[in-house]
C-alpha cells in the first residue's frame, strides 16, 4: 500500500472533506511522495503493511491533493470523524503521525472544517461584540492585567491587589495560570473577596469591571468552581485549555453558564515552538474557537515571549473573522455561525508597547500586562493608569512621549520601562 501511494491523488478536489495543511520534511533515504502517502495512510485508513480491505472503506481514505516543496494538503473525509468530537479530530490528524519514522519532522499548521462538522459546535457564546457588551467598551482596546507575584498572595492581598488595579482603569483582572486553590489562596475565599472588590469598583467608577477567575481543574470541580462563580455575580471563567484538555473545554462551554470564557494557553509551545514539528498555534486557536471559548492568547510579538509579529498578525485576523482566505501558511475557512474570538496580547508587557500592538493587532484586542502594571515605580494603581493613558493617546493619535508630559502616571511609566525601536 505505501509503495503504491494509493494516498496521493493530486487532481482530487476536496467536497465536504475536513482539510489539513502540514510542512513535511522526509527521514532521510524516504522520497517526498512515500512519506506523505505514510502520513495520509496512517491518519486514515491505512497501516504499515498491506491489508485488505473493502470498497466501502476505500472511499474513506484521506487524500493528499496538494505538494508544494514541503507543504501538503491532505483532505479527509468528515465520515471519518465523529464530528461534535476534538479529541477524537486531534486523535486521527496529530496523532500517531507525530512519531512516524518516515518522517524527519512534521507540523500541523492549519486545519479547514467543512460546514457539516461546524453545525456541531455552538463556538463562542459571546465573541468580540459580546464581550465588549458586557464591558460596555464600543471601540478602544480593553486593559488588563494578571495579578503579580503570580503565586504567594493571600486572598486578602490578591482581592486588593485586584481593587488598586481596576480602580486605575483596567477593565479585567486575570488570574494567573497556576493559581487555582493552593492553600495560602483557597479558591471559594478568593472568588468571594475578588468579586466584592469588582462590585465595590463598579459603584465607585460607574465602569463595569471583569474578573477572569481560573476554574481549572478536574472536570467536576471545575464545573463546581464555574457554578460558584457565577452564583457570586461573576461575568468569566477563564480556563488553561491545552493542561485541561479539549473535552474539558467543551464540557465547560457546555455547561450553560451564562459567563464569558478567558482561554489560557498554557503549554502551548510545547506543541508549536518548533517551527518545523508539532502543531501550530493557529490550529489550536481553530479548535479553541469551535469548542466555544470567548477570548485566547495570542502573543505579541513584542515583549518577554517568543513569537513574530507577522504570525501573530495572522492568527488575530484568523479569530476575529467570519470569513478566512487562504495564504501559504493558512487554509481557506468559513465560520458559519461560529463567532469571532476576541485577540488577547500578553506577555512582558507595558504602556509603552501599546502603540505597536495597537497598530499591527488593531482595537479588538485585549492588552494585558502584569509586571507592567504591577512594577511601576509608584504602585499597582498608577500603573493601571499608566496602561489606560497609553491605550487613551494612542485613540487620540498622539505620541506617548508627547501624551505623558500632563500624564504623570505614563510619563513614570516610560521613563522606567522606555518605548520600543520599532513601532
Known amino acids: 500500500m505505501v ?3 494509493k494516498f496521493i491523488n493530486l487532481k482530487y478536489k476536496p467536497h465536504n472533506d475536513l482539510i489539513c495543511l502540514f510542512k513535511v520534511k522526509p527521514a532521510k533515504g524516504i522520497s517526498m511522495r512515500r512519506a506523505v502517502d505514510t502520513v495520509a495512510l496512517e491518519s486514515s485508513v491505512g497501516t504499515w503493511t498491506e491489508v485488505k480491505v473493502k470498497d466501502y472503506v476505500e472511499k474513506l481514505k484521506a487524500q493528499v491533493f496538494s505538494i508544494k516543496g514541503n507543504w501538503i494538503k491532505i483532505a479527509y473525509p468528515q465520515e471519518l470523524f465523529e464530528y461534535d468530537n476534538i479529541p477524537n479530530i486531534l486523535s486521527s490528524i496529530a496523532g500517531n503521525i507525530m512519531g ?23 463556538g463562542p457564546k459571546y465573541g468580540i461584540k459580546g464581550v465588549r457588551n458586557i464591558l460596555k467598551i464600543k471601540k478602544r482596546p480593553l486593559v488588563g492585567t494578571i495579578i503579580k507575584p503570580k ?18 482603569g483596567c477593565d479585567l483582572v ?31 467608577t460607574g465602569e463595569r469591571k471583569g474578573y477572569l477567575v481560573n476554574v481549572t481543574a478536574e472536570t467536576k470541580e471545575m464545573i463546581k468552581r464555574a457554578q460558584i462563580v457565577e452564583d457570586l455575580g461573576g461575568k468569566y471563567v477563564m480556563v488553561d485549555i491545552i493542561t485541561a484538555g479539549w473535552a474539558a473545554v467543551q464540557t465547560l462551554r457546555e455547561a450553560g453558564f451564562k ?36 477570548q485566547i492568547h495570542i502573543g505579541t510579538g513584542i515583549g518577554k515571549l517568543e513569537g513574530n509579529i507577522e504570525d501573530i498578525e495572522e492568527l488575530s485576523e484568523e479569530m476575529s473573522i467570519k470569513q478566512v482566505k487562504a495564504t501559504k501558511k493558512r487554509l481557506a475557512q468559513k465560520w458559519e455561525k461560529i463567532k469571532p474570538v476576541m485577540p488577547v496580547s500578553s506577555g512582558g508587557l507595558h504602556p509603552g508597547y501599546i502603540p505597536f500592538l495597537i497598530k499591527h493587532l488593531g482595537n479588538d484586542l485585549i492588552i494585558q500586562a502584569g509586571g507592567g502594571v504591577h512594577g511601576h515605580p509608584d504602585g499597582t494603581r498608577a500603573g493601571a493608569t499608566a496602561m ?3 491605550v487613551d493617546a494612542v485613540m487620540k493619535n498622539k505620541n506617548l512621549k508627547d501624551y505623558s508630559k500632563n500624564h504623570k502616571e505614563l510619563k513614570t511609566a516610560l521613563n522606567k520601562w522606555g518605548l520600543p525601536k520599532r513601532i
Open 151 to 168: 503565586l504567594g498572595l493571600n486572598t486578602k492581598h490578591h482581592a486588593q491587589s485586584a481593587y488598586e488595579s481596576w480602580i486605575g
Open 388 to 390: 489606560r493613558q497609553a
Open 100 to 122: 512516524m519514522k518516515a518522517v524527519k519532522s512534521i507540523r500541523l499548521e492549519d486545519i479547514s472544517f467543512p460546514k457539516k462538522i461546524l453545525k456541531n459546535y455552538k
Open 174 to 204: 486575570k488570574d494567573d495560570e497556576n493559581l487555582s486553590s493552593q492553600k495560602f489562596n483557597i479558591f471559594e475565599e478568593r472568588i468571594a473577596r475578588t468579586l466584592e472588590k469588582a462590585h465595590k469598583v463598579e459603584e465607585e
Open 259 to 294: 459567563m464569558a470564557i478567558h482561554a489560557h494557553r498554557a503549554m502551548h509551545a510545547a506543541f508549536d515552538r518548533n517551527p518545523d514539528h508539532g502543531i501550530s498555534m493557529m490550529v489550536l486557536a481553530d479548535f479553541a474557537r469551535i469548542a466555544g471559548v470567548d
Open 3 to 5: 509503495n503504491n501511494f
